[in-house]
């Protein structure tokens, strides 16, 4: 099934910037029986890790780690852009290409214990994912895993968390 996956994401040259190819999951997301299967698998790993609840960061996060929680029965959390959650939040700083961001969560929103996978649509850099980590552990609880669509494993973001098992649908090598 893997490399129906490969098949449905499109690959956007130049996007958002010359040089870059930018992996497109859209088209997954727009065949119901692609998307279910994602899901599915997805699903499949989150269960294996034995999680309480997903966290999945803005935006695609939201799209990749809500059907996944809803398969399984359990809690999501969104992890947002500054701002734009109206209670009292937990917030982590991470680095981009050129710049850097910071992602909050509400502070009840982890309980101390609970078993937490990160769910999103790209793993690059390890940006996003290393402060969702942090956020999770700042309020108790603990980072079992991660999940993507997409790995791009040239960029080496999952050595930046090592020991974090990551799982993901398709791996693009070179580019």
């Given at each position: 099934m893997a490399n129906d996956f490969e098949k449905h994401i499109a690959s956007v040259k130049d996007f958002p910037n010359k040089g870059i190819i930018f992996r497109d999951i859209t088209p997954v997301l727009q065949d119901g029986k692609l998307f279910q299967a994602a899901t599915h698998k997805l699903a499949e790993y989150v269960k294996s890790k034995n999680a309480d609840i997903i966290v999945g960061p803005e935006a695609r996060g939201f799209i990749v780690g809500c059907p996944v929680a809803t398969e399984l029965g359990i809690g999501f959390v969104p992890a947002r852009k500054p701002h734009k959650l109206p209670r009292e939040v937990e917030r982590a700083s991470y680095d981009l290409e050129y710049g850097s961001n910071s992602l909050e969560i509400h502070k009840d929103a982890i309980k101390p214990g609970q078993r937490v996978v990160v769910c999103d649509d790209l793993l690059a850099t390890a940006g996003t994912l290393r402060a969702c980590k942090q956020l999770i552990e700042n309020l108790g609880g603990e980072l079992v895993g991660s999940c993507f669509y997409i790995e791009l494993p040239d960029?080496?973001?999952?050595?930046?968390?090592?020991g974090l098992d990551v799982f993901s649908l398709v791996k693009y090598h070179g580019a």
């Amino acid at each position: 099934m893997a490399n129906d996956f490969e098949k449905h994401i499109a690959s956007v040259k130049d996007f958002p910037n010359k040089g870059i190819i930018f992996r497109d999951i859209t088209p997954v997301l727009q065949d119901g029986k692609l998307f279910q299967a994602a899901t599915h698998k997805l699903a499949e790993y989150v269960k294996s890790k034995n999680a309480d609840i997903i966290v999945g960061p803005e935006a695609r996060g939201f799209i990749v780690g809500c059907p996944v929680a809803t398969e399984l029965g359990i809690g999501f959390v969104p992890a947002r852009k500054p701002h734009k959650l109206p209670r009292e939040v937990e917030r982590a700083s991470y680095d981009l290409e050129y710049g850097s961001n910071s992602l909050e969560i509400h502070k009840d929103a982890i309980k101390p214990g609970q078993r937490v996978v990160v769910c999103d649509d790209l793993l690059a850099t390890a940006g996003t994912l290393r402060a969702c980590k942090q956020l999770i552990e700042n309020l108790g609880g603990e980072l079992v895993g991660s999940c993507f669509y997409i790995e791009l494993p040239d960029l080496k973001g999952k050595e930046k968390l090592p020991g974090l098992d990551v799982f993901s649908l398709v791996k693009y090598h070179g580019a």
